[in-house]
């Protein structure tokens, strides 16, 4: 497969997990300011933005109607929902050839909805679950519809590499922020039922990390994410030595997997947020090995324009 | 429920009409005419509008100076008759194959020029000829894997050839995306006709650029070149190499080391045999052409001249296509051939030839003329549309560049009735039927694209210049009709009843709920 083709597809799943991550995570923490008269809008929204790695803006009146704007709507601000869809669209329109003709179809009419204003124009809740449920049905479809090789282990890649990196934002965003936020975490992740089943209700922090870090079996826990994408590297390196690890990038996912199993909770909760942005550099950093290894043929361009 | 298909034939012009034999409706599109009789007015208008989101929605579409624009498409077809067919099967076909003996010999001994066919001259000043095309012999000796020849349709009925296109020519995508799209939206219509299937095109391509593999190569790597994503043809690009299920690649994934091409894969350098190349000539090898073209790689030509790889088409087809070379085909044709052409050119002046430029220059403004090397209608003059100012530059500019134009009668081109307006109304159309070469016989697609001049009256039917297309249905001719296979009756006997097995536990009980309920009716009280 073309070095540029993987990469598409790679970013193809990263983009469509991010819409979906910040459409649940605008959803969940939108109500909670709507339904906590305690809550302080503007410094919650701000929070919500330095999650996501936005710049706040400079002025002081921020507001959820702002926050909507900066994070859902505003394609100039590469957070944005609206952005990320775009940039998945690019991504499949530069890869076209590769996907098939309902997975195209299905990321194509999402960015028309976007383009045409239409996304826009819906009330706050039903424009994110419409982006929820678009991811759903682009997901859905590519599961469906593509053939397990290269391009689908990069897809997979690329989307359970951002899933990853995304909860862990949500638990170090949720260590500094006081009050409800364990309950509004399992929500942002989509994870609270299965939580309650699983954990039998017991919302104290100890469980909620534990569930969202390590559970090897909820699809949104970061070691089921990060398994994912090792899963997804040794498929790409079938023809691996059958001692040690080939890539970097396996390398760096599966130390900072064992950093967190290997850790107790406790452990990890006293310092939360500093185990998780030690855990988000590992994330950026296997994505740059994974550019190394794979997509840098995409880039060289020897040529400079004199005739010999 | 009155039929509110408004049809508005326009009697008042000397253009045929292909659907109208004056007032009435003409074999072939009896059946499509009687058809849509039966569609009621906000039917069709529905069948329309979902026909215009349809193309965005799928990305059928193409780039007018970076805006994505969708690829327009009429609801109403073009039909071609089985007998008109033929004729122009056969007239593209020999056009290829004199073409093909043309260019072979134009690059090798040539033996035109030294026999007078046609003044060395005329080739070696075309801007499209390439002397670095000149060492490169085809292994199967094919260098046109693909044409694209317009047809338009004049006065009388006949197609004639407006022009050929050998090197890049465009447009197969929308034969079969519009074949689809109609087939959505018109079903009951389409399949009240027998009409010829264009979805084998990407298999006879690729059949015709593995055929071209260099010697030795048992397994050949195929893709394709496209500038990239904004070159305004991108989604055709990406279709064909979906279609072939081959690599689609950009300039930048090859890379040419010891006389061979290669492609940048996630594991490593991988080796490429033929290139259907969508990069014109001049951007393809910046060691032999443009030294600032990205577009494709440097080292190609090389490549190609060792015998290592293929391009498709070949470099320096241009010559071929050059309008003024046109004029010279239909010699080519008996020269090569020694046929007679089945499908005569527009009358057509070659301004080098003193006389004949005296009398165009008399006749400026009755005329059109157009650019040798303009492709998509562009520099085109139609005399008698233009200003006193435009036909004086023109005199100016022909007076200095000869070779650079020739001139030709206006032809009105034939008419098919298009949606315009909120009703069916005759717009100009042309015909760009596609054929594929693998060396040992010449496929022409039974189809083609049919260009639409949106605006009334318009001539100039290119998209770049807001035209639109139709569906173009060739009806199979009656000797043609196949033998209708008999369905074979009952090989899978259908379950009589859900198997209790393969239904999950929300069926079971869904369909165990019915049956008591059922049972209970039946055993309840007899409406006695």
């Known amino acids: 497969m073309l070095s540029r083709i993987a990469e598409s597809l790679f970013w193809i799943g990263r983009y469509v997990e991010r819409a979906d991550d910040t459409a649940r995570i605008l959803d969940v923490q939108t109500q909670l300011v709507l339904e906590d008269p305690a809550a302080n809008e503007a410094a919650t929204c701000r929070a919500v933005l330095s999650i996501m790695g936005a710049r706040p803006p400079g002025d002081d009146d921020l507001d959820v109607t702002r926050l909507v704007e900066l994070l859902a709507h505003d394609q100039s601000s590469p957070e944005s929902i609206a952005a990320c869809l775009q940039a998945a669209r690019e991504s499949a329109w530069r890869a076209r050839e590769t996907l098939s003709e309902p997975l195209w179809v299905a990321i194509n009419t999402t960015y028309r909805a976007i383009d045409s204003g239409s996304f826009r124009a819906m009330r706050r809740d039903r424009g994110l679950r419409w982006v929820r449920d678009q991811a759903a049905l682009i997901n859905g479809t590519a599961d469906a519809t593509m053939t397990r090789d290269e391009g689908w282990q990069f897809f997979v890649l690329g989307r359970t590499l951002e899933r990853a990196d995304m909860t862990a934002r949500l638990l170090a965003s949720a260590a500094l922020s006081p009050g409800h936020a364990w309950t509004t975490t399992l929500r942002a992740c989509g994870a609270h039922e299965a939580f309650l089943r699983a954990r039998r209700g017991l919302e104290i922090d100890r469980e909620v990390v534990g569930f969202l870090l390590l559970d090897r079996l909820f699809p949104g826990s970061v070691a089921y994410s990060v398994t994912g994408a090792e899963r997804c590297l040794a498929n790409l390196e079938s023809d691996a030595h059958r001692a040690g690890v080939e890539s970097d990038a396996r390398r760096i996912l599966g130390r900072a997997r064992s950093e967190l199993e290997y850790r107790s909770v406790n452990d990890l909760l006293a310092d939360l947020p500093g185990a998780m942005d030690r855990f988000q550099r590992s994330c950026a950093a296997a994505t740059d090995a994974i550019t190394r290894h794979f997509f840098a043929g995409s880039e060289a361009l020897a040529w400079h324009g004199t005739r010999q | ?528």
């Open chain 2, 1 to 528: 429920m009155a039929t509110a298909v408004e049809w508005a034939p326009d009697h008042g012009t000397r253009a045929y009409d292909e659907m109208y034999d004056g007032a009435a409706v003409r074999p072939e599109y009896d059946a499509l005419r009687s058809s849509l009789d039966t569609l009621d007015g906000a039917d069709l208008r529905s069948r329309i509008d979902t026909l215009a989101t349809s193309y965005l929605d799928q990305g059928v579409t193409f780039d007018i100076g970076g805006e994505e624009r969708a690829f327009p498409i009429d609801i109403l077809p073009r039909i071609i008759g089985a007998d008109d067919w033929a004729r122009i099967d056969a007239g593209v076909q020999q056009r290829v194959r004199a073409l093909e003996a043309f260019l072979a010999d134009a690059y090798g001994v040539g033996r035109v020029f030294a026999d007078g066919v046609l003044p060395r001259s005329a080739v070696v000043s075309s801007g499209a000829f390439h002397r670095e095309a000149a060492g490169i012999v085809p292994v199967n000796g094919v260098r046109c894997h693909v044409a694209g020849t317009d047809l338009i349709r004049d006065e009388d009925g006949r197609f004639l050839v407006l022009e050929d296109n050998v090197r890049v020519p465009s447009g197969v995508s929308y034969v079969m995306t519009n074949r689809r799209a109609i087939g959505s939206v018109l079903p009951e219509v389409m399949s009240a006709h027998r009409i010829r299937p264009v979805a084998g095109y990407p298999q006879a391509l690729l059949a015709a650029l593995r055929a071209a593999a260099p010697a030795g190569v048992a397994d050949p790597t195929v893709v394709v070149l496209t500038p990239g994503v904004y070159n305004s043809a991108y989604f055709e690009h990406a279709l064909l190499a979906r279609t072939m299920g081959v690599e689609l690649v950009e300039g930048r994934d090859l890379e040419c080391r010891r006389g061979r091409v290669l492609m940048r894969s996630t594991r490593g350098l991988e080796p490429v045999h033929v290139i259907y190349r969508r990069v014109d000539d001049e951007f393809l090898d910046p060691v032999q052409f443009r030294a600032d073209s990205m577009l494709g790689c440097p080292g190609l030509v090389n490549a190609a001249r060792a015998g290592n790889v293929t391009l498709a088409n070949a470099i320096g087809n241009g010559i071929a296509d050059d309008k003024l070379i046109y004029t010279y085909v239909p010699d080519l044709i008996r020269y090569y051939l020694g046929e007679e052409p089945a499908l005569p050119n527009v009358e057509t002046w070659r301004l080098g030839d003193d006389a004949a430029r005296e009398e165009v220059l008399d006749r400026l403004d009755e005329l059109v003329l157009k650019p040798v090397d303009g492709s998509g209608g562009k520099g085109i003059v139609i005399g008698p549309a233009a200003s006193r100012s435009e036909l004086d530059r023109l005199r100016a500019e022909i007076c200095a560049h000869p070779r650079a134009w020739i001139a030709q009668p206006v032809v009105s081109l034939s008419t098919v009735p298009t949606y315009a307006d909120g009703a069916m109304r005759p717009r100009h159309v042309d015909l760009r039927p596609f054929a594929v070469n693998d060396g040992d016989r010449v496929w022409v697609l039974p189809g083609g694209l049919t260009r639409v001049a949106l605006p009334e009256g318009e001539l100039i039917v290119n998209s770049s210049r807001g035209g639109g297309s139709k569906d173009t249905w060739v009806l199979a001719g009656r000797t043609t009709r196949p033998v209708p296979a008999s369905a074979p009756a009952a090989v899978v006997p259908a379950p009589e009843q859900a198997s209790p097995q393969v239904a999950g536990p929300a069926l079971r009980d869904l369909t165990g709920r019915q049956a008591q309920q059922e049972q209970q009716q039946q055993t309840g009280p007899g409406p006695c």
